[in-house]
């Protein structure tokens, strides 16, 4: 099974608190404290306006990088995106915080960017064999998946 991930992941009370004012947005708890909201197409139109996306993401609107600085005032946001079959493929992220950037933004074939970035978060893969799906980042294949109610 593959997946497809493009997300900010953060606090789940930090995204309640900032992405309710955004429109075409779903906060989808995971583990660990964490939640993601996924960049739905929606979302993208109402912030991306006719700014380029910022490499090396397919999803985040270069515009989006500056809420997300904000966002990371009182607690680490990370962006990330994953294209994955099987096991292989590419995987990108990048964390914000207290408006700096402190990770990223990284691209690679493997695991380490979401996973770096998850640690960052404060989350932990304790006896997880598998650290992308420890805070719960694989529980549906696609993006838009995660835009469904359970």
């Known amino acids: 099974m593959g ?9 789940e009370t930090l995204l309640r608190a900032n992405a309710a004012d955004l429109p ?12 993601l909201l996924p960049m739905s197409d929606g979302l993208d139109e109402a912030i991306r306006g006719d700014g380029p996306r910022l490499a090396p993401f397919r999803m985040l609107p270069s515009g989006f990088e500056r809420t997300l600085a904000a966002w990371s005032a009182t607690s680490p946001v990370a962006y990330v995106e994953a294209d994955i079959r099987g096991v292989t493929g590419d995987r990108s992220a990048a964390v914000r915080t207290a408006g700096a950037l402190t990770l990223g933004p990284l691209f690679e074939s493997g695991y380490r960017p979401i996973s770096l970035a998850r640690r960052h978060l404060g989350a ?17 294949g696609r993006t838009e998946d995660r835009l469904k109610d359970d």
């Open 24 to 35: 075409a947005t779903r906060v989808v708890p995971l583990a660990q404290g964490l939640a």
């Open 124 to 140: 932990h893969a304790d006896s997880h064999p598998d650290e992308f799906d420890a805070i719960g980042l694989g529980r549906h």
């Open 3 to 11: 997946c497809c991930l493009e997300a900010v992941v953060a606090a």
